[in-house]
């Protein structure tokens, strides 16, 4: 059974950082890429980031270019993503997956396993 565990959610006021991790169960490495997409209340789940487990090619939504970062450290079976200045429009659930498709990754359908979620909250 494939497992991911997304930790390091939270309340930050608008301009702080927060690092997201998904620690993935070793079933997913053979899978082609993770992703991170996020839920707003009342909204669809919008695609954040991606990146390939091989080569950590990775690509961010225009959204969030500039001031996410997604990487993963292939040791530890972990993809995070690092947040900086954060903005109120930010919060929202915040979920990672994995996908065994080469394209199509800004869509959710394309994702095989996810996790169940951690909140990010920023207040302004």
């Known amino acids: 059974q494939v497992q991911l565990v997304e930790s390091g959610g939270g309340l930050v006021q608008a301009g702080g950082s927060l690092r997201l991790s998904c620690a993935a169960s070793?079933?997913?490495?053979?899978?082609?890429?993770m992703g991170w997409f996020r839920q707003a209340p009342g909204q669809e789940r919008e695609f954040v980031a991606r990146?390939?487990?091989?080569?950590?090619?990775?690509f961010h939504a225009d959204s969030v270019k500039g001031r996410f970062t997604i990487s993963r450290d292939i040791a530890k079976n972990t993809v995070y993503l690092q947040m900086n200045s954060l903005k109120p429009e930010d919060t929202a659930v915040y979920y990672c997956?994995?996908?065994?498709?080469?394209?199509?990754?800004?869509?959710?359908?394309?994702?095989?396993?996810w996790g169940q979620g951690t909140q990010v909250t920023v207040s302004s």
């Open positions: 997956a994995s996908s065994n498709k080469r394209t199509g990754l800004i869509y959710y359908g394309n994702y095989d396993y």
């Open positions: 070793r079933g997913t490495f053979s899978n082609y890429a």
């Open positions: 990146i390939t487990w091989s080569g950590g090619s990775t």
